[in-house]
């Protein structure tokens, strides 16, 4: 990504580092803490089977059934499990500690890829079968998000200064698999067939369950605690900041989308087939990609998120108004850097605000606003591609990626309201309930400082 001009910059009122923090990229974590890039690499073979499995599924759902119904029946039955378990993900999380849930989820993951795989080579999978599996495969992806991002965290100590390039590379694990997988399944499916798709997705369980045994305990250590389902829900609705973070998540899903329903239709106005969207799904993989390797040289903020979001939205309007197919990959490359940016930063800024006592009930919240709001977005540009255009479609939902930066530059009033309604309060300091006893956590101290930086009075 291009550097903002200064100006630009100096509006927005960005942070640069400081000359005791020197700019890395956030593969330069990988050199510091050896145990975090032995996780990195079993997290690799882990999404890139993860995406083997899911390119052979809808292929596969479409050759059972010749229907795109099916296709959407299938995708949604893997998708929408966020969007009802996420808050009971965190509470259980929350009493069996983030090691024991992330193994259990993917040893049970790595069952549903063979028994699909041993289905499929016996000559029995039926639609019905394909969905059941893909709505297991969710409900292990829904109950192993909250888990992964507290392991994320717990990797690198909690150390604040990591945090945000340890989520950078979590982003680019998922990244790299939907980059580089998509034609290796096609590959796969068309020399030996779909089963070994299922088997390779199987085997890359099987590969970061042996990773995450070796990892053991490393890290800062983990209390178990007991917690609500619908305490992250508590905890958002008395926190302006995660509110506003959970919206910006919510507006990067709902801002992309576009590049996967889109794609075909907008392939073929531009005068090639349908089949060549999948490389603006590979332009954001890579984009997403090589963002990582860029040096981080802000300090990690509301304001570098809603710069990072804005930049994303004006891609893809560029993305659905450009009538050139190679101008469209280019604007999909261009939205995968700054959906890293953004996704890392509100992620790193997520677990802040929400203390290590209160991350895993935030991060639960914070998977509905990720992957349940993918369903909504998906629906939206389907219904309102046929009534107002893919041009229309792709701005409308670009909007939401534009109002944080809106609010910063035009209304900086809100800001200072969010702030205050983010202020600590001495008369209901946050219960968390430890065993054996209970313990008093005061939870407003990094939410202020946060709500003030976006009202603009830190700077």
Not at 53 to 62: E, G, I, S, W
Not at 410 to 428: C, H, N, V, W
Request: glycine share 8%; net charge positive.
């Amino acid at each position: 990504m291009l550097p903002l001009p200064e100006p630009l910059r100096a509006l927005l009122g960005l942070k640069r580092r400081t000359s005791e923090e020197t700019p890395t990229t956030s593969w330069a974590l990988l050199n510091d803490n050896p145990t975090f890039r032995l996780y990195f690499c079993g997290s690799v073979v882990s999404d890139l089977g993860t995406w083997l499995q899911n390119t052979a599924q809808v292929l596969l759902a479409y050759q059972i059934a010749h229907s795109v119904l099916m296709v959407g029946l299938v995708t949604c039955a893997q998708f929408s499990s966020p969007l009802l378990l996420s808050p009971f993900a965190g509470k259980i999380t929350d009493r069996f500690g983030s090691r024991r849930i992330l193994i259990g989820t993917q040893v049970m993951a790595c069952l549903v890829a063979a028994a699909l795989s041993y289905l499929v080579f016996t000559g029995v999978l039926t639609s019905g079968l394909l969905e059941l599996g893909a709505l297991l495969s969710g409900l292990c992806f829904t109950f192993a998000l909250p888990a992964r991002n507290i392991t994320v965290r717990r990797l690198v100590n909690d150390d604040e200064v990591k945090v945000r390039p340890a989520f950078a590379m979590d982003s680019v694990s998922y990244n790299l698999g939907r980059m580089v997988a998509p034609a290796m399944s096609i590959a796969l499916v068309h020399w030996v067939g779909f089963g070994w798709a299922f088997v390779g997705n199987s085997v890359s369980f099987a590969v970061f369950i042996a990773v995450l045994l070796a990892v053991g305990r490393s890290g800062s250590v983990e209390t178990e605690r007991r917690s609500r389902a619908t305490d992250g829900f508590r905890i958002a609705s008395r926190d302006g900041t995660i509110i506003v973070l959970l919206l910006m998540v919510a507006a990067i899903t709902v801002a992309d989308d576009p590049i996967l329903v889109l794609g075909p239709a907008l392939a073929s106005r531009a005068g090639g087939s349908a089949e060549l969207s999948g490389w603006f799904i590979a332009a954001l993989g890579l984009g997403s990609v090589l963002g990582s390797l860029r040096r981080s040289t802000h300090v990690a903020s509301l304001r570098l998120a809603a710069t990072a979001l804005a930049l994303l939205g004006g891609s893809m309007i560029f993305f659905v108004m450009t009538p050139w197919l190679l101008a469209s990959i280019a604007a999909a490359f261009c939205a995968g850097v700054s959906c890293l940016i953004a996704n890392a930063t509100t992620r790193a800024l997520l677990s802040e605000v929400a203390g290590k006592d209160r991350v895993a009930a935030v991060m639960s919240v914070w998977a509905i606003a990720w992957a349940g709001s993918k369903p909504f977005a998906s629906l939206a540009d389907g219904f309102l591609a046929g009534y107002i255009g893919l041009r229309w479609t792709g701005i409308v939902l670009a909007i939401p990626a534009l109002i944080p930066v809106v609010v910063l530059l035009f209304l900086p009033k809100l800001g200072q309201r969010i702030a205050r309604y983010s202020r600590p309060s001495d008369e209901e300091p946050a219960v968390v309930v430890v065993e054996p006893v209970p313990v008093l956590v005061s939870a407003g101290a990094p939410t202020w400082q946060f709500a003030e930086a976006m009202s603009g009075s830190a700077d």
